[in-house]
């Protein structure tokens, strides 16, 4: 694993939209170093903001066997309802986007590029999950 605050090392800022990334990079650091799930619990809020590892510390199965780093893990996301990713995007998202660029000139490619970007990003996961056609 490598050291807390390093280049390199997984981190974990306090904002709800982060925790899914985090906690995965966290995940492969430590499967990589094959860390028991005893040690996973033990440090993974070495790796975040201060109220956010004191939060994690007061969670059930954080000092208590069995060690279960995936209910350890969940116990986590539960604190982060706006992590859930099957709410991420709306129909209404992508209307907003259309709108805001409704009235735009787009006179460079660049300018296009980007609102296309945009677009895909919201458009292929509400497609993905059937919700727009």
């Given at each position: 694993?490598?050291?807390?605050?390093?280049?390199?090392?997984?981190?974990?800022?306090?904002?709800?939209?982060?925790?899914?990334?985090?906690?995965?990079?966290?995940?492969?650091?430590?499967?990589?170093?094959?860390?028991?799930?005893q040690?996973?619990?033990?440090?993974?809020?070495?790796?975040?903001?201060?109220?956010?590892?004191?939060?994690?510390?007061?969670?059930?199965?954080?000092?208590?066997?069995?060690w279960?780093?995936?209910?350890y893990?969940?116990?986590?996301?539960?604190?982060?309802?706006?992590?859930?990713?099957?709410?991420?995007?709306?129909?209404?998202?992508?209307?907003k986007?259309?709108?805001?660029?409704?009235?735009?000139?787009?006179?460079?490619?660049?300018?296009?590029?980007?609102?296309?970007r945009?677009?895909?990003?919201?458009?292929?996961?509400?497609?993905?999950r059937?919700?727009?056609?």
């Amino acid at each position: 694993m490598p050291v807390q605050r390093t280049k390199g090392a997984p981190k974990f800022d306090g904002k709800p939209g982060n925790i899914l990334d985090f906690l995965d990079e966290f995940e492969t650091h430590a499967r990589k170093a094959r860390l028991p799930q005893q040690q996973m619990i033990q440090i993974v809020g070495k790796y975040a903001d201060k109220p956010s590892r004191e939060l994690w510390e007061q969670l059930p199965g954080f000092t208590e066997e069995p060690w279960d780093w995936a209910a350890y893990r969940a116990s986590i996301l539960d604190l982060y309802p706006q992590s859930d990713q099957s709410k991420k995007f709306a129909i209404s998202d992508l209307l907003k986007l259309v709108h805001k660029y409704h009235k735009k000139p787009m006179k460079e490619l660049s300018h296009f590029s980007k609102y296309d970007r945009k677009f895909k990003r919201i458009s292929l996961w509400l497609r993905s999950r059937n919700r727009i056609a």
